[in-house]
């Protein structure tokens, strides 16, 4: 052991009660899901920082639930990813497959869990952009008064404006709600590493229906692992006002509306977050017109017939 | 805190931080030297190790974690057979990873046959993790799935 350095003590409560009576005693103590961000951090080992109390959540059986029903899936925080995939790819929408699957192989999937993805604060990985596609919803548990109170918030509830976490210290995801409902477009892109090279990395999520040259219920997220993920009407209305397929006038200028909205919302972005954003667009946009086209001709072709 | 395991085959009692990385324990605490890298963050996947016989990158997993789990290096594993399966694929395919990322390869490589995960996406995702760049795409599947049948053969004789 390090001179100077307190080893942290590592409460493990084993239900949600044992949960709020720890929290209570040690309020300053910090959540442990997967710890894939808190180890992948530099200099996480030694730290001061990390003497403190740590509360291990992974043995919390409330946590590790999945329900789904026809219209609905419900995970619970500490589901990790490689779970959450292998028993629900089957109804899960593709782009939240994909999702996934961009944080790496069962190496990485096995260790993040949906809840630690989503509750980081200064960094924010690809899933809440794709989650809140769907109209994600969370539980959050939270004290008040020494009682633990309960409450569900849309994603978007959770993080401000700009895509940063808006939760109080104290407060606990315990469970994720997403609408299953399948749209007919739908496309996960990614460029540069998430982990560990963060400054330059930049996904996109869109979904939507594609009815002949209309892009209906367009929902378009951008996320910037070190500032936030920008979801919002601005954005779908890029999507939704534009007809399919497009020209290279109208593709650029949907792509300098897009590219307007993500710089003023993080004025900060690197260049090539910038340059990789924009081929992003373009390559989402040169997908829907491949879809327009070969929608228009099939109708076309059998409407002949 | 005091923390009990089993690696590499023997019980030990380590008395540890409770959030030191696995990676440095192995390094510092029992001097194994099949782990000589601790990235500090930087995921270079070089420190796969086998817990309760799934890969895990040890520079992501707290002492508080290892209680009570079996851990196996690279140290331990070469000495199984299972291990010289994965050899004879490497001399079958003239295809050897180089000395820096032989251990962590090897032992993804092990993770993936006792998964049965062999086909080609899957063990492109899985190798990904290990950031480096002496083998191609192509070699890797050929070395898995010629480790597989090897395997397979091995089993099919003994029963």
Same mark, same amino acid.
């Given at each position: 052991m390090l001179e100077g350095l307190r080893s942290p003590n590592i409460h493990t409560p084993q239900n949600l009660s044992e949960f709020s009576s720890i929290i209570q005693h040690y309020p300053t103590s910090s959540f442990w899901a997967g710890g894939t961000y808190i180890m992948s951090r530099k200099f996480s080992y030694p730290s001061n920082a990390t003497n403190e109390e740590i509360i291990y959540l992974g043995s919390i059986e409330e946590l590790r639930r999945f329900q789904r029903n026809d219209r609905v899936a419900e995970f619970g925080s500490m589901v990790s990813l490689y779970e959450l995939i292998t028993t629900g790819k089957t109804i899960l929408p593709k782009i939240l497959v994909d999702t996934i699957q961009s944080f790496g192989g069962n190496i990485a999937t096995g260790r993040i869990t949906i809840g630690g993805s989503l509750a980081t604060r200064d960094f924010r990985s690809s899933l809440p952009g794709t989650l809140n596609l769907f109209d994600a919803s969370c539980e959050v548990r939270y004290m008040k008064k020494k009682r633990m109170h309960s409450k569900w918030f849309s994603l978007m509830q959770i993080y401000d404006k700009s895509g940063r976490l808006n939760l109080p210290a104290n407060a606990l995801i315990s469970r994720i709600r997403i609408n299953l409902a399948e749209k007919s477009f739908q496309k996960f892109l990614v460029r540069g590493e998430f982990f560990p090279h963060s400054d330059n990395a930049v996904s996109l999520a869109v979904t939507g229906n594609l009815d002949q040259d209309n892009f209906n219920d367009a929902r378009l997220s951008l996320t910037y692992p070190d500032y936030g993920f920008i979801s919002n009407h601005d954005l779908d209305n890029t999507l939704s006002s534009a007809r399919f397929p497009l020209d290279q006038s109208e593709s650029r200028s949907v792509e300098e509306a897009i590219l307007e909205i993500a710089g003023a919302t993080f004025p900060h972005l690197s260049h090539l977050q910038k340059i990789r954003t924009r081929g992003l667009v373009r390559e989402m946009l040169n997908e829907l017109n491949i879809n327009a086209l070969t929608t228009t001709s099939i109708e076309d072709t059998s409407s002949n017939i | 805190m005091k923390v009990d395991c089993i690696i590499d085959g023997k019980s030990l009692l380590l008395n540890l931080n409770s959030n030191k990385p696995l990676s440095l324990i192995l390094s510092e605490d029992i001097q194994n030297p099949a782990i000589s890298s601790h990235c500090n963050g930087e995921l270079c996947g070089l420190c796969v190790v086998l817990m309760d016989g799934k890969a895990v990158l040890s520079c992501l997993v707290p002492a508080f974690e290892i209680r009570g789990k079996s851990i196996i290096t690279f140290d331990g594993y070469a000495k199984t057979k299972n291990a010289k399966d994965i050899e004879k694929a490497y001399e079958l395919m003239h295809i050897r990873p180089c000395p820096t990322c032989y251990n962590a390869r090897t032992l993804l490589i092990e993770s993936l046959l006792s998964n049965n995960m062999t086909s080609r996406e899957e063990i492109i995702r899985e190798m990904e @993790?290990?950031? @480096?760049? @002496?083998?191609?795409y192509n070699d890797m599947v050929r070395i898995v799935q010629a480790a597989n049948e090897i395997r397979r053969k091995r089993h099919a004789r003994r029963s």
């Open positions: - | @993790c290990v950031k @480096c760049h @002496c083998l191609e």
